[in-house]
Nanobody, 127 residues
Framework: QVQLVESGGGLVQAGGSLRLLCAASGRTFTTYAMGWFRQAPGKERESVAAIGRSGDLTRYADSVKGRFTISRDNAKNTVYLQMNSLKPEDTAVYYC????????????????????WGQGTQVTVSS
C-alpha cells in the first residue's frame, strides 16, 4: 500500500503557473504508475495527466495538453505537475493517485483505474 500527500496548491491569477507535488510513502514507489486528477465543485472527477513507472511514458487530457507537464523523481518518491498558462476553468481540487503497473505499459488515465488516492490540494485561478 502507498500513502500520498499533495502540496503546492494555492491562488494564482490567470496566465500564471503553479507546481504541484505528490509525495509517496513506502519503498515500492517505482512499481506504481501515477496520475493527477481534478474535481471542480458540482462536477465529476476528471483526468489531468498520468505517468508510467519509469517516467518515460506520459498521457494528458486534451484540456491541459501543451500547458501542463507531469514528471516524477523516483529517488525522491515524488510526482510533480507543472501547470502553466493557468485558466479560471482549471480551478479545482487536484488529487494524485497511484496504481500498480507493468514497466512498459502506457499509464492508465481514467480515475477508475487508480487504487490509492491523496487528500487533494486546492488550486484557484482568478480571472
Amino acid at each position: 500500500q502507498v500513502q500520498l500527500v499533495e502540496s503546492g496548491g494555492g491562488l494564482v491569477q490567470a496566465g500564471g503557473s503553479l507546481r504541484l507535488l505528490c509525495a509517496a510513502s513506502g519503498r515500492t514507489f517505482t512499481t506504481y504508475a501515477m496520475g493527477w486528477f481534478r474535481q471542480a465543485p458540482g462536477k465529476e472527477r476528471e483526468s489531468v495527466a498520468a505517468i508510467g513507472r519509469s517516467g518515460d511514458l506520459t498521457r494528458y487530457a486534451d484540456s491541459v495538453k501543451g500547458r501542463f507537464t507531469i514528471s516524477r523523481d523516483n529517488a525522491k518518491n515524488t510526482v510533480y505537475l507543472q501547470m502553466n498558462s493557468l485558466k479560471p476553468e482549471d480551478t479545482a481540487v487536484y488529487y494524485c493517485a497511484a496504481r500498480y503497473s507493468s514497466l512498459y505499459t502506457p499509464p492508465a488515465i481514467a480515475p477508475s483505474a487508480y487504487d490509492y488516492w491523496g487528500q487533494g490540494t486546492q488550486v484557484t485561478v482568478s480571472s
